[in-house]
């Protein structure tokens, strides 16, 4: 957030009040902050990216959370409740989650935390046909973790690619931006593959 933003919010939470764009006379609220950050907001005071007088007007109680990788008890819970958020929106009766695909999402590192796991969660529910969410609908890296990776070969890598960018545009029925939006890759580079792939 830039600095000169940080001072207008301060404003606010010590005067409880803003001025509206055009008005003249300030509107008075009053409001309580809920924060979330990923970052270290006490060594972004320290090296001068965060106001240090309004880090300690907000920081009143503070929740530390674990990123996923420490929280390998949630993993399962969490995945369940994706399943039905995404086969209700994709209309399919998906009724659960295989053993093997439970043991697979508990080994694996989570970097992006619990967004990186609900998109997994969603490209399963994608590619399935079936009534229980198996190992085979997980990305490449996840059902071969990388100290097994070596033993695919490229042409099986290729093939599992290029089937799941068919279901994926099967499920967008087309719309290219959104396949790309979903298989997390730019536009330029879905077009690429759908030609090396003589994807229609």
């Known amino acids: 957030m830039p600095l000169d933003l940080q001072a207008k919010l301060l404003r606010v939470l010590e005067t409880g009040e803003f001025l509206k764009v055009g008005d003249s006379k300030p509107t008075k609220v009053n409001i309580r902050i809920i924060a979330a950050t990923n970052r270290d907001l006490q060594k972004e005071v320290e090296s001068g990216n965060f106001r240090e007088d309004l880090y300690y007007r907000i920081a009143v109680l503070n929740i530390q959370i674990p990123p996923l990788r420490e929280r390998i008890e949630d993993i399962e819970e969490l995945a369940n409740h994706f399943l039905k958020v995404f086969a209700h929106k994709t209309g399919k009766k998906i009724m659960g989650l295989s053993p093997d695909y439970i043991s697979a999402l508990k ?34 890296d996840i059902q071969y973790p990388k100290d097994h990776s070596k033993s695919l070969s490229a042409f099986s890598l290729s093939s599992v690619e290029k089937l799941h960018i068919q279901k994926v545009l099967n499920y967008t029925r087309g719309n290219k931006a959104e396949a790309a939006r979903l298989l997390e890759i730019g536009i330029t580079t879905l077009y690429r593959k759908l030609k090396e792939y003589g994807i229609n």
């Open 107 to 140: 080994q694996h590192v989570w970097k992006g935390n619990i967004r990186e796991l609900r998109n997994v969660i969603e490209r399963s529910v994608i590619l399935s046909d079936d009534q229980i969410l198996d190992i085979d609908t997980l990305p490449v």
